[in-house]
């Protein structure tokens, strides 16, 4: 495979602010597929929630990684990266560009820079950690990687306690921080990445948010958050928008408070996505409003042999 004209398109920025309708005018316009980079996306009955593409939009573009897993399966990002690897080598067998989509930052740089390799640690220390999540909660580890580590404190998902807790074994078992062993010795890949991002004002972004959530609710997130009861211990269900509402159909919160609440840390996320996303200073933003043309021109200069 000639790599010198082939390139991996990838969309990033905050969620809701239009990620997918744009992944999916670029893939009609390049003639091509689309890889999914969102991490909760991957996992089937959690269609509301994860504001998943519709089937109008899966019919209206060729889509990989979207609800392949069951919510019940262990899939890491290390698993996502040698798949999705092996996915666009396919793809790139008969096409020169793909587009990848997805607001999961860890799960977009594993596939366009790499995973970061870290030391074995002794597994008592995650032991210890979960009891002490267990007996503590998460504020309690959350601190701790905030001494430890306040760089990964502002830049990973602190709101996963299996995230806080990687960082914090890392820490504890190397005695050195978790984001001292970023980015180094990655393998360099066979294919060229385009990073584009869609922006907004943060007034804007969390208006967004807000009438998604709404939109959500009387889509019926409730009614798909109590078929998924069963399964809240699984990874994938420590989600924001059903997590909420585990804790309303346990008898825990009120309803409108729950909703409150997903609006409030989905804000919160989308914050740190942009925060993860700007590392990228090769990164290219536009305004969500930015005319699809402007963007395709842009990515044809760019494109040219």
């Known amino acids: 495979m000639n790599t010198q004209d082939k390139y991996l398109i990838s969309i990033v920025g905050p969620t809701a602010i239009g990620k997918t309708a ?90 366009t820079k790499g995973l970061d390799y870290f030391p074995n640690v002794a597994p008592n220390i995650r032991e210890t950690l979960n009891i002490q999540l267990k007996n503590k909660g998460l504020p309690y580890l959350q601190n701790q990687l905030k001494e430890l580590d306040p760089v990964s404190y502002n830049t990973i998902a602190i709101d996963n306690p299996h995230r806080v807790i990687r960082a914090l074994e890392i820490c504890l078992g190397t005695e050195k921080p978790y984001s001292t062993f970023l980015n ?36 019926g997130l409730l009614d798909e958050a109590k078929n998924l009861l069963a399964y809240k211990s699984f990874n994938a269900l420590n989600t924001v928008g059903y997590k909420e509402l585990f804790k309303y159909l346990e008898g825990e919160w009120e309803l409108d408070f729950a ?47």
């Open 22 to 111: 744009l992944s999916i005018k670029l893939a009609k316009h390049f003639n091509t597929e689309i890889v999914s980079a969102d991490s909760r996306q991957f996992f089937r009955n959690m269609q509301i929630g994860t504001a998943a593409p519709t089937p109008e939009e899966l019919a209206s573009a060729k889509h990989h990684f979207i609800h392949h897993k069951s919510v019940q399966e262990n899939y890491s990002v290390g698993d996502f990266e040698k798949e999705a690897l092996k996915c666009l080598d396919t793809l790139f067998e008969k096409k020169n560009i793909v587009i990848m989509v997805g607001g999961s930052g860890l799960y977009v740089d594993a596939v």
């Open 184 to 219: 180094k010795g990655k393998t360099k890949r066979q294919f060229k990445t385009i990073s584009i991002g869609l922006m907004a004002n943060r007034e804007m972004i969390y208006n967004r948010i807000n009438q998604r959530v709404d939109i959500m609710m009387k889509e």
């Open 259 to 305: 909703i409150s609440e997903i609006k409030k840390n989905t804000r919160r996320f989308a914050k740190r996505q942009l925060t993860w996303f700007k590392k990228n200073e090769n990164t290219l933003w536009f305004d969500f409003n930015t005319p699809t043309a402007h963007i395709i021109n842009t990515l044809l200069e760019k494109t040219k042999p």
